[in-house]
């Protein structure tokens, strides 16, 4: 990993209106289920992580996204303009993207995507990337735009960072190009064919890899270093976009150059501080707050 030019993460992806639905459980596949109430709530994994590591503060957060023209947009853009986010917008003659969001009493989701104007993001549309120091990418956009998008990152010197959801078979020239890989343990194991935690992080050739647990928290490896960062605890009402709040707030806590250790730190609380809301968006909590909860847990 090059070391990083201070300050403007880019975050290059997608972006969704979600329609919530909440319900006892999470319908079987032909089974019917009876909610209860309805929300709709700006999502999509990158405009999720571009809103996190914008409202982590210390960080100057831009977002190349792909809208359509249709009212959706409006919500979306007003909800990563309102937390600090510099927009990039491509318009697409497409619906802005969507995703269908069931969500349990016992906080768990099942999501369904319609990509729409997600799917017009490509190679080109990556603005020059001179004053930036980390790219931070997911895989709702089209592949083909990931790769290249990384390619040039790595060739102007820039931190790449990829989520690597939702899980799907990658190409090792997009791994390759990662300084820091962050998946779920499911992705971990899609990417590697492992299922001992220890042994796929070892696995994978990139400088930083970290797992998210859920409420085992998260673990890492730092070149040759592993760590773990146990999950603040708390009763979680919405999981939707707790990964996605996590990675923003690890990017931003890297980019303004806390140690890995402590940005873990910081990406845990913030991921944990968001279960306890409804929406993606919407549930992810401001630096003071992430601070507060740090306070309250001093680390050991
Ligand atoms: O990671 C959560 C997100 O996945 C939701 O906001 C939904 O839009 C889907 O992209």
């Given at each position: 990993m090059t070391s990083p030019r201070t300050g403007t993460v880019l975050v290059a992806g997608s972006a969704n209106l979600d329609f919530v639905v909440r319900a006892t459980?999470?319908?079987?596949?032909?089974?019917?289920?009876?909610?209860r109430d309805f929300g709709t709530f700006p999502g999509g994994k990158g405009a999720n992580q571009a809103a996190a590591c914008a409202k982590a503060g210390g960080a100057s957060t831009q977002m190349l996204v792909a809208l359509g023209y249709d009212v959706h947009a409006q919500v979306l853009e007003a909800s990563l303009i309102d937390a600090g986010v510099v927009m990039r917008t491509v318009r697409s003659n497409?619906?802005?993207?969507?995703?269908?969001?069931?969500?349990?009493?016992?906080?768990?989701?099942?999501?369904?995507?319609?990509?729409?104007?997600?799917?017009?993001?490509?190679?080109?549309?990556?603005?020059?990337?001179?004053?930036?120091?980390?790219?931070?990418?997911?895989?709702?956009?089209?592949?083909?735009?990931?790769?290249?998008?990384?390619?040039?990152a790595r060739g102007a010197g820039v931190v790449t960072v990829l989520n690597a959801a939702p899980a799907q078979a990658l190409p090792d020239e997009l791994i390759a190009l990662i300084d820091v890989?962050?998946?779920n343990e499911h992705e971990l194991a899609q990417l590697t064919g492992l299922h001992d935690i220890?042994?796929?992080?070892?696995?994978?050739?990139?400088?930083?890899?970290?797992?998210?647990?859920?409420?085992?928290?998260s673990r890492a490896r730092m070149h040759g270093e592993h760590?773990?960062?146990?999950?603040?605890?708390?009763?979680?009402?919405?999981?939707?976009?707790a990964?996605?709040?996590?990675?923003?707030?690890?990017?931003?806590?890297?980019?303004?150059?806390?140690?890995?250790?402590?940005?873990?730190?910081?990406?845990?609380?913030?991921?944990?501080?968001?279960?306890?809301?409804?929406?993606?968006?919407?549930?992810?909590?401001?630096?003071?707050?992430?601070?507060d909860l740090l306070a309250s847990h001093p680390s050991p």
């Open positions: 459980h999470v319908p079987a596949p032909g089974e019917t289920v009876l909610g497409g619906p802005t993207g969507v995703a269908f969001v069931c969500l349990s009493d016992t906080a768990e989701n099942a999501i369904t995507v319609a990509p729409g104007a997600n799917n017009a993001l490509l190679p080109e549309h990556l603005p020059p990337l001179h004053n930036i120091s980390h790219l931070l990418m997911q895989l709702e956009s089209p592949l083909p735009s990931v790769l290249a998008w990384a390619r040039a890989l962050i998946v220890d042994a796929a992080l070892d696995r994978l050739t990139n400088p930083c890899v970290v797992v998210t647990l859920g409420a085992q928290g760590l773990h960062q146990p999950a603040f605890a708390i009763t979680p009402v919405d999981t939707t976009g990964g996605d709040t996590f990675c923003g707030t690890l990017v931003a806590a890297l980019c303004r150059g806390l140690p890995f250790a402590e940005a873990l730190r910081h990406a845990s609380a913030a991921s944990a501080l968001a279960c306890t809301r409804l929406g993606a968006q919407a549930g992810i909590p401001t630096a003071r707050e992430v601070n």
